[in-house]
């Protein structure tokens, strides 16, 4: 960091964006560890495959919890027939006000597009599902989909384009998963019963194995311990990698004020995400909610 002090502001700040993007891949046993169905895991040292067929979905988890940073993995989703599976890949802290960054891809009949469902929940309140088109086929090749974290926001990319943006809105009274540290999973099940076409659409279980393929785990973030305050059994990690004298002062990259809110090329992607592949939001879903949230009616986006 020293060196940075002597480099102009731009060139630093485009240290700052690389030193993310080149942060090198680890293995997967590395960072994560199967959490159910062994048997339905496939390594070969680089590419990883969890397998769904009618007598199991399979998951797995990563081996710490972590405040902040950044978690990307590469996946290429169930090619052909994935109707009424779900590939659902997510950060979670654990206990009964647990927060969570869902990415959910849910899988569609041969030739019909995936959808990728998104959705956050904040002290163990869900209920903020926005749903998206991608703008490419993801059963033919691997996208980096991935989840940036910091104290201002919640970013979730596709291929590096934000495609959701969760502002901290505290000042406006709305609560932001900031004290409770989040492991990282991913799993493939059966959810025929919603996931396509609203649940007309079964499994075809004559399809199946169906297979999910992973590679590029990228973990750039603060390891910080799962812990419970006592009462009420809520996490509360807010000591653990936030700068101050516990951490040594320990600065990291994510707090940089650059990165509290999207820069304004970022800012034109998500625009076209949301005017181009967006078909669902429940921001605007006034039946669901007569009364508009309110972290969407100061949606600054
Ligand atoms: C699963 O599918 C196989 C082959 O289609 C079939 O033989 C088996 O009975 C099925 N098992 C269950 C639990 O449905
Ligand atoms: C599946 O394809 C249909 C028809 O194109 C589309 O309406 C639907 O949104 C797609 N996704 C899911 C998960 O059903
Ligand atoms: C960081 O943790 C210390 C305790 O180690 C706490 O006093 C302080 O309020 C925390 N700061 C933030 C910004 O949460
Ligand atoms: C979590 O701990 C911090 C000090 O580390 C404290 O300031 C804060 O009020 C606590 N939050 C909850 C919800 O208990």
Not at 4 to 27: D, E, G, M, V
Not at 154 to 176: A, C, Q, S, W, Y
Request: aromatic letters at 14%; proline letters at 4%; a negative charge.
């Amino acid at each position: 960091m020293a060196s940075s002090l002597l480099l102009p502001l731009s060139l630093s700040l485009l240290l700052l964006a690389f030193a993310s993007s080149s942060s090198s891949s680890s293995k997967f046993d590395d960072l994560f560890q199967p959490s159910w169905a062994l048997d339905h895991f496939n390594y070969n040292g680089d590419t990883l495959q969890l397998k769904l067929d009618n007598y199991s979905g399979a998951g797995f988890s990563s081996k710490s919890k972590y405040m902040f940073g950044k978690v990307t993995i590469q996946i290429k989703l169930i090619a052909g027939d994935s109707a009424g599976t779900v590939t659902a890949y997510y950060m979670s802290s654990d206990g009964p006000s647990h927060n969570e960054f869902d990415f959910e891809f849910l899988g569609n009949t041969t030739g019909e597009p995936y959808t990728v469902q998104t959705n956050i929940y904040v002290n163990g309140v869900g209920n903020r599902e926005q749903r998206l088109k991608l703008w490419f086929d993801p059963t033919q090749d691997f996208h980096s989909y991935s989840i940036f974290w910091n104290r201002r926001q919640v970013i979730f990319l596709v291929d590096e384009t934000p495609v959701r943006v969760h502002t901290n809105m505290e000042d406006k009274g709305v609560p932001f998963p900031g004290d409770q540290s989040m492991g990282v999973y991913s799993s493939i099940w059966n959810a025929d019963d919603w996931a396509t076409q609203g649940g007309r659409v079964k499994t075809d279980w004559s399809h199946s194995p169906f297979v999910a393929s992973y590679k590029g785990f990228e973990i750039d973030a603060c390891e910080c311990p799962s812990s419970y305050a006592t009462g009420g059994g809520v996490a509360n990690n807010t000591a653990c990698c936030n700068g101050s004298a516990a951490d040594d002062g320990k600065k990291f990259w994510w707090d940089e004020p650059v990165l509290s809110e999207l820069n304004v090329h970022q800012s034109h992607q998500l625009l076209w995400v949301r005017a181009n592949h967006m078909i669902y939001d429940y921001c605007t879903d006034t039946a669901r909610f007569p009364v508009t949230p309110v972290e969407c009616v100061h949606h600054r986006h």
